[in-house]
């Protein structure tokens, strides 16, 4: 997986599938740096998914740009960033990922209906649950291998963090 001080590691999925309390986990049993993706959103970004519309392509560019960046610091102050990112499609995991020496990549998989039902128990800022269906259907799937290890979210948090920090020795 690279020298820890190299790494990227992205964890993603889905909104509500756990992407925040995993990261956060990982970044601090790493002594790396949490990146929030949501915190890299414009006020018109969340304002448009507060208001139940998907983002386009042409919003996220400048999102990923702004990811990409605060994680590019960190690796060149030799710490190791770890960003929760939602990061449906292909495209754009290779767009954060692509210039990095170590990319890993965490796909945290569950159903929609469990995700749902995580989703309507808790109080989020913009994302709602009625935009999960929108993010499923834009979810392509990565598939476990080198750099990319996929977590069922049935699991509890702490048996995913260490699932997690096993496959980053």
């Avoid at 960003?83 to 495209?91: E, H, N, R, V």
Wanted: with cysteine.
């Amino acid at each position: 997986m690279g020298r820890p001080m190299d790494r990227f590691i992205v964890v993603m999925g889905v909104s509500g599938c756990g992407k925040t309390t995993i990261a956060e986990g990982l970044a601090k049993a790493l002594g790396g740096t949490y990146l929030e993706g949501d915190s890299f959103h414009t006020v018109e970004a969340k304002a448009k998914m507060g208001e139940g519309i998907p983002l386009t392509d042409d919003d996220r560019w400048p999102w990923f740009d702004r990811m990409v960046s605060a994680a590019r610091t960190e690796v060149d102050h030799r710490r190791t960033p770890v960003l929760s990112c939602s990061a449906l499609k292909q495209a754009y995991r290779d767009y954060l990922l692509g210039d990095f020496v170590s990319p890993c990549l965490i796909y945290l998989e569950g159903s929609f209906e469990l995700i749902k039902g995580r989703m309507d128990a808790r109080n989020h800022e913009y994302m709602t649950s009625d935009l999960l269906k929108s993010q499923f259907d834009t979810l392509e799937e990565p598939k476990a291998g080198e750099r990319v290890l996929v977590l069922s979210i049935e699991e509890r948090p702490e048996a995913i963090i260490k699932a997690a920090l096993e496959w980053l020795k």
